[in-house]
């Protein structure tokens, strides 16, 4: 409860911030987007990760708050960077509940209204694959209308954790499966892990859908994903999160 209020205060003093981890193409060394990480830049106990209070929202109305902010903030971020000529693509977390609530599409509409020069296609957000299969009809409705009628895209986030059926994932109109970075992490000492990343690169193949790899700490991940086709990565082993003001210059050192 003290911690909620505590919570509540920050977002109107301020205290959250957005950092930015590249998502690059390891074959042609281009950076292609950046996914939004929320961090609370506290004020005694330094910049802190989103397992230190994220726990906290779930389940009440500052959750949707948050997220609202997120989307505000990502949007406004992609506005500055396109203003300075970087064309970047930005995904944003969102929480399954978010996206399963009855006013996120009319929210998520506003917002792409508010900062008209984003391309929505710029725009992507990131779901839970383990978030949406216990309401998959409403989830798949709202997808296909954030596609349909406002242009963006859709990342199915941490794929291959929530056990989603491929009769599912045909059904979900998804663009894009970003591969968990568990199995991302074991797949050169372990032979299932291998298999499984295997198995969702070419699921992502068969359905055309875009994947990318999570957790790419090595040269020996990048190695062996770019082995199976897989060249769209994210990972410690490219870049760790970073502020949005770190973001022009990397870039600039990577391409
Ligand atoms: O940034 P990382 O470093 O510590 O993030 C930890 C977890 O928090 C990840 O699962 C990530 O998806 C989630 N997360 C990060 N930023 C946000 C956000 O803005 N909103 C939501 N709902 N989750 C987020
Ligand atoms: O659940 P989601 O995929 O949104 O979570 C992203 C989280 O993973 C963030 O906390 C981010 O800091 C973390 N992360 C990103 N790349 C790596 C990596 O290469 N290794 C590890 N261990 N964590 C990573
Ligand atoms: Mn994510
Ligand atoms: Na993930």
Known sequence: QRQLAAIKQAMERDEFCLYYQPKVD????????MEALIRWNHPTNGMLSPAAFLHQLAGTELELALDTWVIGHALQQLELWNEAGLKLQVGVNISPKHIKSAGFFADLSDALRRYDRVDPRQFQIEVLESGVLDDLAT????????RDKLGISIALDDFGTGYSSLSHLRHL???????????????????????IVEGVISLARAFKLEVIAEGVETERHKQALLELGCAKAQGYGIARPMPADKVHGWIRNYQ
Request: with cysteine; aromatic share 6%; hydrophobic share 35%.
């Open 139 to 146: 989830v798949s409705q709202v997808i296909q209308n954030c």
């Open 26 to 33: 390891m074959q042609s060394d281009r950076v292609f987007g």
């Open 173 to 195: 109109p998804i663009q894009t499966i970003k591969i968990d970075q568990s199995f991302v992490r074991d797949m050169i000492e372990d032979p299932s892990d291998h298999a």
